[in-house]
């Protein structure tokens, strides 16, 4: 069955770069794309980034400059890394896949809380 | 396309029949889902493409609308429906509401 898990380090200082993982099973990262979703706590969510099918790359415009989506297909992962962190950037974070090639998530995984803090 | 959703909080008796209300900023041409969050958990389809039910979701979730006013309605409200809802449109970008936080009165 398809599941995708994430894993972080948890507390991050700021202006630190956060690096996560997103291990996913049940189908291939060559045939669906994977998203980066957070949530700060209490609050809505919000769509970071996304790693295509065939590998491109799409970004939240208001976080691209601070942001890069990769992904190891030999691993079944997908990589976030999120420069210049704030205590803003405190999060839940989650990855998830579309049901098909685009449009609504289908597959969350349960999320990693980061914390940004010194 | 930011997303508005209304009321912020709702209480609602069991057994009641409720609306929550997402309106975008720009017509979503029914590229609208509907997602439901409990306390500790990634959230959960609903309804996708504004009327769509999920596999495996109960039938008294519906969903409706069209341009830039969408409504999902839980025809006899349940105990187990107390969440946060939020809806998300993927016509242009991806956007989440604000979520709607439903209580039981």
């Known amino acids: 069955q398809v599941q995708l898990k994430e894993s972080g380090p948890g507390l991050v200082q700021p202006s630190r770069t956060l690096s996560l993982t997103c291990t996913v099973s049940?189908?291939?990262?060559?045939?669906?794309?994977v998203s980066w979703v957070r949530q700060p706590p209490g609050k809505g969510l919000e769509w970071i980034a996304a790693?295509?099918?065939?590998?491109?790359?799409d970004y939240n415009s208001a976080l691209k400059s601070r942001l890069s989506i990769s992904r190891d297909t030999s691993k079944s992962q997908v990589l976030l890394k999120m420069n210049s962190l704030q205590t803003e950037d405190t999060a839940m974070y989650f990855c998830?896949?579309?049901?098909?090639?685009?449009?609504?998530?289908?597959?969350w995984g349960q999320g990693t809380l980061v914390t940004v803090s010194s | 396309i930011q997303l508005t959703q209304s009321p912020s909080l709702l209480s609602a008796s069991v057994g009641d029949r409720v609306t929550l209300s997402c309106k975008g900023s720009q017509n979503i041409n029914n590229y609208l889902a509907w997602y439901q969050q409990k306390l500790g958990e990634a959230p959960k389809l609903l309804i996708y493409n504004t009327n769509s039910l999920q596999t495996g979701i109960p039938s008294r979730f519906s969903g409706s609308g069209s341009g830039t006013d969408y409504t999902l309605t839980i025809s006899s409200l349940q105990p187990e429906d107390v969440a946060t809802y939020f809806c998300y449109q993927y016509n242009n970008g991806f956007t989440f509401g604000s979520g709607t936080k439903l209580e039981i009165k």
């Open positions: 790693i295509w099918s065939g590998g491109s790359t």
């Open positions: 049940g189908f291939s990262l060559t045939s669906y794309g």
């Open positions: 998830a896949r579309w049901d098909s090639g685009y449009g609504w998530f289908a597959y």
